[in-house]
C-alpha cells in the first residue's frame, strides 16, 4: 500500500483510501485521470484567454464602452406623504436654517425619505436659503424631543454648510424604517404632555412616577413603558427617484453656484485686498474728518442681509482738539457698494 498526499488537504493517505480520513472528500488520491483532466483544463483557459486578447483594439474598446455605462441604482425615493411646518424661520438670512414638519401618515422609510426632501425643496423654493435642513416628526408635540422619521439637507448650491466647500452634493438624506405603532404614540404624546407633572423643583423628571401614570392609564407595567425613538435607526438613503431626476437637480445645483459665485465676487469688490476696508466707507469716513490724513483703518466687518450689508468701521483719527481718538461707523450699502444710509456714527 503506497502513500500519497490527499489532493483535498495534502495530507498523507493510501493510494487506495475511498475517502480521506483527515478532511473527508471522496477519492482524495489524484490519479492519471486527474493529471489529464487538469492539463486539458489548462489547455481550454489559455486558448479562451488568446482569443479574448486576440486583437489590439477591442479589449479598450470594450474598456471604454464599459467606463461609460454608470451605476443605475435602484430607487429608494417613496411618496411625499402631506406635511405642516412646525418650525423654522422662513425669514432667515442666513445662508442655512433648520425646520421640523410634521407628516403622521409617512410610516416607511422611503415615504418619510421622500417627505423631507419635498418638504426641503418647497421651503427652499419659497425662501431661497441656501441650505434647508428638515426633520420629520410624526406629530408636532415630538418636534426636537429626538423622534424625528427622517432627516433631509439640501445644499441648493451643493457647496455644503460652508458655501465654499464646493463637493457637488446636492441631497443629503437619511430616514427610520421603524414601525411605531398608534398605541406607542400614543404613550409617548402623554408622556410628553403629562411631563412637567413629575419634575421636582430642581427641574428635573421623576420617571419612575410618570412611567407609573402611563401604566395605569394603559393597563400595562411600568417597564413596559417604552418611548419610540426612530431617529436611533437611520439609515442613509439615495435622494434620486431616477437618473434624469440626478441630472436636473445637479444642473440646478451648477446653475445656482454661478449666481453665488458672481455674487461673492461682486460683494468682494467693495472692499479692499489690503486691510479689509470698505472703500465707499473708507472714504466718506475720511470727508466727514477734520484731519483726514490722521485716518488709521483697524477693523471692518459686515453682516449680509441678501438685499444689501450692513458695514462697520472701526478706525482711530484727531478729533478737533487734534487728540486721536478711536470711534466705529456703522452703514447700510447695497450689493454695489453704494452707501444707502448711515446708521450710526
Same mark, same amino acid.
Given at each position: 500500500?503506497?502513500?500519497?498526499?490527499?489532493?483535498?488537504?495534502?495530507?498523507?493517505?493510501?493510494?487506495?483510501?475511498?475517502?480521506?480520513?483527515?478532511?473527508?472528500?471522496?477519492?482524495?488520491?489524484?490519479?492519471?485521470?486527474?493529471?489529464?483532466?487538469?492539463?486539458?483544463?489548462? /489547455?481550454?483557459?489559455?486558448?479562451?484567454?488568446?482569443?479574448?486578447?486576440?486583437? &489590439?483594439?477591442?479589449?479598450?474598446?470594450?474598456?471604454?464602452?464599459?467606463?461609460?455605462?454608470?451605476?443605475?441604482?435602484?430607487?429608494?425615493? =417613496?411618496?411625499?406623504?402631506?406635511?405642516?411646518?412646525?418650525?423654522? &424661520?422662513?425669514?432667515?438670512?442666513?445662508?442655512?436654517?433648520?425646520?421640523?414638519?410634521?407628516?403622521?401618515?409617512?410610516?416607511?422609510?422611503?415615504?418619510?425619505?421622500?417627505?423631507?426632501?419635498?418638504?426641503?425643496?418647497? /421651503?427652499?423654493?419659497?425662501?431661497?436659503?441656501?441650505?434647508?435642513?428638515?426633520?420629520?416628526?410624526?406629530?408636532?408635540?415630538?418636534?426636537?424631543?429626538?423622534?424625528?422619521?427622517?432627516?433631509?439637507?439640501?445644499?441648493?448650491?451643493?457647496?455644503?454648510?460652508?458655501?465654499?466647500?464646493?463637493?457637488?452634493?446636492?441631497?443629503? /438624506?437619511?430616514?427610520?424604517?421603524?414601525?411605531?405603532?398608534?398605541?406607542?404614540?400614543?404613550?409617548?404624546? &402623554?408622556?410628553?404632555?403629562?411631563?412637567?407633572?413629575?419634575?421636582?423643583?430642581?427641574?428635573?423628571?421623576?420617571?419612575?412616577?410618570?412611567?407609573?401614570?402611563?401604566?395605569?392609564?394603559?393597563?400595562?407595567?411600568?417597564?413596559?413603558?417604552?418611548?419610540?425613538?426612530?431617529?436611533?435607526?437611520?439609515?442613509?438613503?439615495?435622494?434620486?427617484?431616477?437618473?434624469? &431626476?440626478?441630472?436636473?437637480?445637479?444642473?440646478?445645483?451648477?446653475?445656482?453656484?454661478?449666481?453665488?459665485?458672481?455674487?461673492?465676487?461682486?460683494?468682494?469688490?467693495?472692499?479692499?485686498?489690503?486691510?479689509?476696508?470698505?472703500?465707499?466707507?473708507?472714504?466718506?469716513?475720511?470727508?466727514?474728518?477734520?484731519?483726514?490724513?490722521?485716518?488709521?483703518?483697524?477693523?471692518?466687518?459686515?453682516?449680509?442681509? =441678501?438685499?444689501?450689508?450692513?458695514?462697520?468701521?472701526?478706525?482711530?483719527?484727531?478729533?478737533?482738539?487734534?487728540?486721536?481718538?478711536?470711534?466705529?461707523?456703522?452703514?447700510?450699502?447695497?450689493?454695489?457698494?453704494?452707501?444707502?444710509?448711515?446708521?450710526?456714527?
Amino acid at each position: 500500500m503506497a502513500l500519497v498526499k490527499c489532493k483535498e488537504c495534502k495530507k498523507e493517505v493510501s493510494n487506495s483510501a475511498k475517502v480521506c480520513p483527515h478532511c473527508g472528500i471522496k477519492n482524495p488520491a489524484v490519479t492519471a485521470k486527474d493529471y489529464i483532466l487538469g492539463a486539458i483544463g489548462l /489547455i481550454v483557459i489559455i486558448f479562451a484567454i488568446k482569443s479574448c486578447t486576440g486583437g &489590439d483594439e477591442k479589449p479598450i474598446e470594450s474598456k471604454s464602452a464599459s467606463s461609460k455605462v454608470e451605476e443605475v441604482k435602484p430607487r429608494e425615493i =417613496g411618496e411625499a406623504k402631506p406635511y405642516t411646518i412646525i418650525s423654522g &424661520d422662513m425669514k432667515s438670512k442666513a445662508r442655512k436654517e433648520t425646520f421640523f414638519v410634521a407628516a403622521p401618515t409617512a410610516e416607511t422609510k422611503g415615504d418619510r425619505a421622500a417627505t423631507a426632501r419635498k418638504a426641503a425643496s418647497d /421651503i427652499f423654493d419659497k425662501t431661497g436659503i441656501p441650505v434647508v435642513t428638515v426633520f420629520v416628526e410624526h406629530d408636532k408635540l415630538f418636534a426636537g424631543k429626538g423622534s424625528n422619521l427622517a432627516k433631509a439637507t439640501y445644499f441648493s448650491d451643493a457647496c455644503n454648510f460652508s458655501g465654499k466647500d464646493c463637493n457637488g452634493i446636492v441631497w443629503d /438624506i437619511s430616514a427610520s424604517n421603524v414601525t411605531v405603532t398608534e398605541k406607542e404614540w400614543g404613550v409617548y404624546r &402623554d408622556w410628553v404632555k403629562n411631563r412637567s407633572r413629575y419634575l421636582d423643583k430642581n427641574g428635573d423628571l421623576n420617571e419612575e412616577k410618570l412611567k407609573a401614570f402611563l401604566a395605569k392609564k394603559y393597563g400595562v407595567k411600568p417597564d413596559d413603558i417604552h418611548l419610540p425613538y426612530p431617529s436611533i435607526d437611520y439609515v442613509a438613503v439615495y435622494p434620486y427617484e431616477s437618473k434624469q &431626476d440626478k441630472q436636473a437637480e445637479i444642473d440646478k445645483a451648477s446653475a445656482k453656484k454661478a449666481v453665488i459665485e458672481a455674487r461673492i465676487k461682486k460683494l468682494e469688490s467693495q472692499f479692499s485686498a489690503w486691510d479689509g476696508s470698505h472703500r465707499a466707507l473708507e472714504r466718506a469716513i475720511k470727508t466727514s474728518m477734520n484731519d483726514p490724513d490722521s485716518y488709521e483703518h483697524v477693523e471692518t466687518t459686515y453682516r449680509d442681509l =441678501g438685499d444689501s450689508l450692513i458695514v462697520s468701521t472701526t478706525f482711530r483719527g484727531k478729533n478737533g482738539f487734534g487728540g486721536v481718538v478711536k470711534n466705529t461707523v456703522v452703514a447700510q450699502v447695497d450689493l454695489d457698494g453704494n452707501i444707502l444710509n448711515i446708521i450710526s456714527e
